[in-house]
């Protein structure tokens, strides 16, 4: 059982109480447990497997969630969880997925109207039925439709798995077939190495010494659900969690060629083809050959592919076809940044909003990393339902910095908490704190987290708005969208972009894993406008600074360099940028 898996039980707890209206504190209380077993990066299964007392050590998990963790490890259900369901039908909670249906509403579709599936809930506003509700009308049905349309789209399009998701679960069954003896190389290829938001499947290759059992060691991984086919070279399996994997077994000889096809993309490798047909040689997944001769070319490496057709190696991350093989025959291949290029995190959240941990904790975890500095960035009182800063409590959390700013360098540490704030950019494009606040901190960071579905030229307009009031430094989450479970809303990202060059404000690149937001197409675009990035994690917790990999790996997916990114800068240079910002 992973962690995601544990963790959605408590979120299903959560949601389940709130549908039926109960207590709200135990309603967060549980949404908490949730969001902190996500973002643990270690194993909870095998903490309890090892030593349930363990578990005491996790900032806010209390003993009675401690005790349903273990609980659900040991007998894979949780009581408390099946007795809500037993209120409450399943269906009820897949409301939740249609956008606009948060739990109170759930709660009252299904108490006043018995709507308890997205199908009923679609006939009911086609019907007309759901303006009885109270605070719905005709212009909610037609949102509610629109969103289904929305839910239906994502369903269709999912069987793609989160790269958070399908990343780490390469990594372990990789693990698992390098452990046979026998086996040379193991290499996971297809999107996940050029990293990808979005994985499609595991393709996993796999050289060895003749006769080593490798689909044997493949199709008996406790992780496998079911055996799809198994063949002497070729298999394929889904995982228990719904992933599908490939392994391919390949002779040493062909393992550069085949690495090289099978990271992809297909658009890559056809234009690749294309290249090698003209020099009179011909690529495919066994190696480069002279058309003529068939004489093989192409090497054990993925370098010798590259170099047979008069290329350098290309970053996997590049491979796309948007332009880097013309790109790599010119010499002109950027340098891609790196994860130790980054300097501090200025996205983070503590207890004073919806973190789970003091400002304290969460600078002790940067500087455990080796960042140099960490933005507080706090929601502002807008975000209700994230406990979100008035002016006063803002200033307070200031003063508070301060005091650990000042406690910092009397032990002669270098590291720096910076005074920030996730000011609401509100429906009106004005911003959710007063400019004599706003005036106080090191730097503002500008969200949109509301009005979702506002048309595309009043979204622009909103965040065009926001932006030219000088105060912004950096527009967070760009363009709002969740991976899986909500569309980015509508906004001219061209225009954005222009604006934040003209007023000199950085677009962030949230590297949360549902997030990544800006995505690859328009972190390339912003560079090549010159907009500055900040690759954030938005933590709330200490241990999602980790989630920064997926943020520098999406951002290589944009072609971002180290001096295109905010957060690669020492300290000083920093603070100059953002006040030169204002
Ligand atoms: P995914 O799994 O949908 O996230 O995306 P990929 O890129 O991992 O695609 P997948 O698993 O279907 O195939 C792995 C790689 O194999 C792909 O990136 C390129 C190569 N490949 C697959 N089919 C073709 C093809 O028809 N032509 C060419 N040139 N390459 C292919
Ligand atoms: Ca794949
Ligand atoms: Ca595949």
Known sequence: MDNAEIAKFFMEIADLLEIKNENPFRVRSYRNAGLIIEGLPISLESMVLKDEKSLEDIPGIGTSIHEKIVEIIKTGQCGVHRDLLKEVPSGVLELLKVSGVGPKKAGLLYE???IKTVEALEEAARAHRLRNIPGMGERSEGKILKAIEE????KSSSGRFRLSTAEPAARKYAEHMKGLPGVIDVEVAGSLRR?????????ILVT????????????????VRDVVSKGETKSMVILKSGLQADVRVLEK???????????GSKSHNIALRDRAKKMGLKL???GVFEEKTGKRLGFEKEEDVYRAIGLPWIPPELRENRGEIEAAEKGELPTLIEGKDIKGDLHVHTNQSDGNSTIEEMAESAMARGYEYILITDHSKAVGIAHGLDGARLEKEMREIDGLNEKLKKNGTKFRVLKGAEADIRADGTLDFSPEVLKKLDCVVGAVHSG???????????IVKALSTGYVNILAHPTGRLIGSRQPYEVD?????????????????????????????????????????SISTDAHSPFHFEYVLYGVYTARRGWLEKTDVVNTRPLGELMKLFKDGR
Not at 214 to 222: A, D, I, K, L, Q
Not at 452 to 462: H, Y
């Open 195 to 203: 990293w990808k938001d979005t994985i499609g499947d595991i393709d």
């Open 112 to 114: 006043k109207l018995g």
């Open 151 to 154: 839910y239906k789209n994502l």
């Open 452 to 462: 979702f579905s506002m048309p595309k030229a009043e979204m622009t307009g909103r």
């Open 208 to 223: 060895c010494r003749k006769g080593t059992p490798v689909m044997e060691r493949f199709t008996n991984y406790p992780e």
């Open 284 to 286: 495919s997944e066994y």
């Open 493 to 533: 990202m061209e225009e954005v972009i222009a604006c934040a060059k003209k007023h000199g404000v950085c677009l962030e690149l949230n590297s949360y894993p549902e997030r990544l937001d800006l995505n690859d197409v328009h972190l390339r675009l912003a560079k090549e406008r010159g907009v500055m990035i």
């Open 253 to 263: 000889k062909a393992f550069g060629a085949a690495i090289q096809y099978f990271t």
